[in-house]
């Protein structure tokens, strides 16, 4: 778990700052810990198109759960 903890913060942050406003929305509703059903119930969209916008973050910010994309995104401030 530390070796990925590290992992993440090798990326740059310029790079996990190329998200769509969609991939913002998605990402915001991750970190405050809202499930994919519950994503998809807010933001009235497919359950197939939640999880490619889950994936595309968990591929940018070069971590392998949603854990650590809510930590990359509270610790890289990338989140108000």
Known sequence: MQET???????????????????????????????????VRAMYLSINTIKTHVRSIMNKFAVECRIQVAVFAVRHQLIK
């Open 5 to 39: 903890l590290y992992r993440q913060d090798t990326v740059p942050v310029q790079y996990a700052l190329n998200l769509s406003a969609r991939e913002l929305e998605v990402l915001k509703l991750l970190v405050e810990g809202y499930s994919n059903p519950e994503i």
